[in-house]
């Protein structure tokens, strides 16, 4: 039986920056355009952090039993380390689905009925990434996916639910994030590349080679910052996402110096912390202005 400390593992908490942070820009975007409602922003968080967990113990379980995870490099996973069954896995991942569709159909019902669909599409895509007959995380979409659903849906959402519309600064937010979220991705599928390919596993990363991946990677860390120089025209406070900066560096270094499997694990927390920063910094600009 899995300790309590194992499943706290096994929820990969250096992933929840990927949860935040749309929360919090798309809070600084809906700020910066009127009234906000927080316990709808309050809604939205525990939304996202629960769908990302969910993701997590989804992976784990889909991995593990598909037999991915046997030679892992990165964190421990708890089926394919024997450490949970799978079954205790999936009903943690499912809980967590639950927790997001109970948060997500409050705030549908005080704010527009169509957002139920989208919360139903968010909960398919997480269990789908690596679940099912053909998961498209399997496929070279992970990467696409996590743009969209960590990036667009989860900034512009949580804008529209604060502030009743969406706006320029929203979806320039959103790309942002999106490219943040997505590197955290393509990090670690970059270091996962030859055990990927042993078990079938054709990410995006396996599609592109090594050499393609790292320089995906350096563009991803780019977008964010020639955003903040887009949304300087909103409020030339948006210079303070450059607060984020020195981590970026931090963070592209070992993938631009060909860093390989367990000297590319600190790329995937670093990445998350610039975008929490950036989005922090971002939002707080945007919000006060």
Not at 114 to 127: E, N, S
Not at 224 to 232: D, E, S
Request: hydrophobic share 55%; proline share 4%.
């Amino acid at each position: 039986m899995a300790t309590v400390n194992e499943w706290i593992q096994g929820a990969r908490p250096r992933t929840l920056p990927n949860a935040i942070a749309p929360v919090v820009a798309g809070v600084g975007a809906a700020a910066h355009i009127g009234d906000v409602v927080w316990w709808n922003a309050v809604l939205a968080l525990v939304v996202a952090l629960s769908l990302i967990i969910g993701v997590n113990f989804a992976n784990d379980y889909s991995d593990g039993i598909r037999g991915t995870d046997d030679e892992r490099v990165g964190p421990m996973r708890l089926v394919g380390s024997r450490a949970a069954t799978p079954g205790a896995v999936k009903a943690a991942a499912f809980s967590c689905f639950g927790i997001a569709a109970a948060c997500g159909l409050a705030i549908a019902i005080t704010t527009a009925y169509w957002l139920i669909v989208v919360g139903v599409v968010c909960i398919a895509g997480a269990w789908f990434y690596t679940g099912g007959k053909k998961p498209y995380g399997y496929l070279g979409f992970g990467e696409v996916a996590v743009f969209v659903f960590f990036g667009l849906v989860a900034v512009l959402g949580t804008q529209y639910v604060t502030v009743g519309r969406i706006d320029w600064i929203g979806a320039l937010c959103a790309v942002a994030v999106g490219s943040f979220s997505s590197a955290v991705l393509v990090a670690n599928n970059l270091r996962d590349i030859p055990t990927d390919k042993e078990s079938g596993k054709i990410t995006l990363a396996v599609r592109l080679g090594d050499k393609g991946t790292r320089a995906l990677f350096a563009i991803l860390i780019a977008v964010p910052f020639a955003i903040t120089i887009g949304l300087v025209p909103a409020t030339t406070a948006a210079f303070a996402g450059f607060l984020a900066a020195p981590l970026a560096v931090i963070a592209v270094r070992p993938v631009v110096s060909n860093a390989h499997g367990r000297d590319l694990i600190p790329t995937l927390a670093t990445t998350g912390m610039a975008m929490l920063v950036w989005a922090v910094a971002t939002g707080v600009a945007l919000g006060l202005t």
